[in-house]
């Protein structure tokens, strides 16, 4: 009986809690299946961790929204316990609502325990508990332990500790469930040398060549404003170009990889392919390829990392650690059409915002034509603001890029005159054929705004005095109002000073106007108003253009005045709109300006240092530099120094500003007189090659093909060889700033030069040029060879610091021979040799930077010379006379070293006899057509020759020639290359009085030159085609300038 009793205690506790399926919920839908966790007795409202959730629900028949079975239930403890060993014991309870027919099933789960912890390490390609190396030092950073109830979420904390200690490279878990418990295996690799770093799955051309250099740190990730000097670092080095041919043995860490892990997958997003990403495996290879190893070692690897495998054992790193970034690229998305909504009817508002003319590159003056007059509003628009924006038609997806766009084009709205301009990157959809993205921008431009009010604050300083003296005047304005004015191009009506109180309000005039105190004020009423531009006011650098602010401060650096202070304020006025012609479906709000200009004070030079001109002396360079301590500092005439040291050419072409930049400094001094703001000006100079010595062979249309010898010295000093005679030895001959040039070109084809000329700039240091050349040449041009034996001596004043007034005298013997049968009777009458005794004068205004690729500047002159006659003799009397004039505009300033420029060029060239010559000569005579390298008076597309009067095809010449040009020239590296598009032309007539506009002949065309220290002269290489012809033109599609230096 005893036993009996003590059987029922035992048993009712179970009896009580026993689980029983409620009437009504067999076949019941099920409601919700909640899981939560027991252990150590106690219940807690949470999933187990020990096994993911869905992996439980995956593992169970039982489902929401099934019928409820208690036999399905309980096949499904049984699995998670007793077949899968997930879990120690699993208990249900069910709540079943008659309401609703529903049943509510709740699991409590108790997790397992672990019951072993294996750790192992590659040792020779294959995982051993014998390649763990101290070990124990990471197990006290792990709260996991055997006999413990397992965790995923503590199994991953232990594992972000122990990474975290710095001693491992990778750390990866794996877990079966046993009978015993749980098996944790972690395999480890410690901190050891990777033997080399390949990728898999790389397969867009060129990127595995770039990922490398950017994880080197040496390539950024997208292409720079500025190019990076060749070897610098442009983003962190993860790892070395090397490591990945493995020419070393590469020392890792987890930082390295994981930083080289978002290097690939930020280059990959920001090149159109969003959706890539790159696993870093580091694998220690077996000694031979097994694949069902790896596959087993390091889970699921790709074919192609299998394969980089193979091949990296085959070329001997088995049993060697290795990095392979395993990349998974995704589909390439590519740009298609960028259309913007809401800016019907907008046009621009009395500026370029929105028109074609802003489009630039290459081929740029095209395109801008294209959009202007031929291309619908529409198109035109959208090209104008596609120049503000990263995303480019053709060009990668990246919707970083097209949300930063947006922000990009409200901003530049807002400068261009829409204030309240909103713009918001409204959707991307796939083209038609799915193959490209259309990006949308939707645009709220609002109402632009216009000035019809400017305001002058302008403020005067008194002279600085020392502490204690009595303080002086101010200083009066340097400018009037209508000057400043002019100046910019506003016409105005200036606004009564009885009216400024009415107008502007009684608090904002109080104190604005105080002569005495060197306070100023004027108002101005535009005739027309202006509109509100932050790029007409202030500039765009990128297009080269100063604005309103760039033409005040040069207008008072020319009054003296170059360190002003100047703002311009815009004043919020209540919303009165105006009409305006402006192409706008919003009404015009008005808007006005106030400009606040400090005078300052007048500056006086102070000192002038150059540095970094080992080998030019400072006299040479100093020449050049119209600015003398003592002299009023003008910023306009240090920037004119500046570009007359780049026209010298003694100065490293390819460096930042042309090898020449000037930094000015004020001080302030104190004297007798008062105190005096000075302004040092330092000059940093990088010397360039001046010195060339060239064996050339070469290709020329005209000339055929040439060798020749140079020697040319473009900072030479004669001196030296003074000096080498009487004084100390120096066999520099470099630092003068003379010139002097030899060649010898042998007859090989068809021409052969040998010439010598000597440039002495700067005469006994005064602005006097002088020099002197000599010439024998003779050119077969297949009709007749002509050949020319003279000596020109020459001399020149600099009456300005940009203008040369040279005086010049030429004696010259000019023969022509090997006149073909059929050559025109011109050319036949002109055989023999003639004698021509010539004085010449030249007046020369030039503010380029470069004599050969000027960037900035004009270059006009004109050039009269005077031949035969009583007094000078020869066989030859006429005269001759031409005149030049080129202009270059920078564009675009593409970075510090290149610069996008327009060229133009306007020449004429008329002469005629005089005294007893009856009819110039056929040698004499102008020639149009062809290719020379600076592209005056020539017409490419045509023959040598081959524009003008001729007869059977032979050209016979002309007395009176027109030409010009129009020409793009786009850099490409700095110094060395460049791309033109040109449009020449041009017309030839016997005489001046048979010119006739109508018969010009005009072409167009693509080229390139090339200039290398080299070569004596520029390679070019032109593609020309006629756009108005005329008969008996000589067409040529190809001309070149060809040479090969050695």
Known sequence: MRWFLLFILCLLPSLLCAQRVPVGAEGARVGSIELKVKSEGKIFDRAPDSAPRRKIFEAMITRESRPFKAEELKRDIEYLTETSHMFRKVEWKLDYDSAAETVDVTLIFTQPLVWRIRVVAPLKGKWSEDGVVDFWRARGQMDTAEGAEFSVARMDADVKRVYDTGGFLDIRTEYKYTSKGVDLLFRVIQNQPLSILQFSGVHKSGFEKSLKKVIAGIEPIRELPVAPTEGTLVSPRYFPQAAFDGDIVTDANAANILGSKQQIESYYHVNGFPFAEARPLLISLPMKYDRDSLLENYGDLKDSTLETCRGLIGDGYGGKLVLVFEVYEGPELLVGDIRFTGLEGVGSPGNDAVSGSRVGGFFGPIYQFWYKFLASNATERAAALGENLRTKEGGPFVESDAIRDAETLQTYFQQRGWLDAKVTFANFEFNETRTRINVIFHVEPGSPYAITNIRLEYGTSSPRVPQGAEPAEFDQPAVTWEKLLDTLGIEALMVPADQYGARFGSDYMTGLIDPAKGKFFSSFDLTEPVPYDEFLLNGEPGKGTIGYAGIIRALMANEGYSNIDLSMVRVETKTDFIKTEWETPFPVRRTELIIKLQQGYKSIVGNITIRGNEATRDDAIRRNITLFPGDVYDSNRQRNSDNRLRRTQWFEQAAPGQGVSSRATPRLVVTEDGIVEYTDIDYDVVEGRTNKFNFAAGFNSTTGFTASV????????????????????????????????????????????????????????????????????????????????????????????????????????????????????????????????????????????????????????????????????????????????????????????????????????????????????????????????????????????????????????????????AELRFPIFPGNLWAVAFIDAGELSPTMNTFDGRGITVSGGVGLRLLLPILPVPFALDFGFPIINQPGNREQVISINLGFGF
Do not use: C
Request: aromatic share 14%; glycine share 10%.
């Open 710 to 965: 140079d020697l040319t010295l473009m900072n030479f000093d004669i001196s030296s060889a003074v000096s080498w005679i009487w004084g100390e030895p120096n066999f520099t001959f470099v630092g003068a700033g003379q010139s002097l040039s030899f060649k010898a070109q042998p007859p090989l084809d068809r021409q052969q030069v040998y010439s010598i000329s000597f440039d002495e700039p700067w005469l006994f240091g005064y602005p006097v040029s002088a020099g002197v050349s000599g010439e024998y040449s003779t050119i077969d041009r297949g009709d007749y060879t002509r050949g020319r034996l003279g000596v020109d001596p020459y001399i020149g004043w600099r009456v300005l610091p940009d203008v040369l007034w040279s005086f010049g005298y030429s004696y010259e013997i000019i023969q022509l021979k090997d006149i073909a049968s059929n050559a025109p009777q011109e050319i036949k009458d002109a055989k023999g040799t003639e004698v021509l005794s010539t004085l010449w004068s030249q007046i020369r205004w030039s503010t380029t930077d470069n004599p050969q690729y000027p960037t900035t500047g004009w270059d006009l002159s004109y050039r009269y010379q005077y031949t035969g006659g009583l007094l000078l003799g020869g066989t030859l009397d006429f005269w001759r006379m031409n005149a030049n004039a080129s202009l270059y505009l920078p564009i675009a300033h593409l970075d510090p070293t290149r610069t996008m420029v327009l060229a133009f060029n306007v020449s004429s060239y008329w002469q005629d006899v005089h005294t007893d010559t009856d009819v110039i000569p056929f040698p004499q005579r102008f020639l149009l057509g062809g290719n020379s390298i600076g592209g005056r008076g020539t017409l490419r597309g045509f023959e040598y020759a081959g524009v003008g009067p001729s007869r059977n095809d032979i050209a016979i010449g002309g007395n009176f020639m027109v030409t010009g040009f």
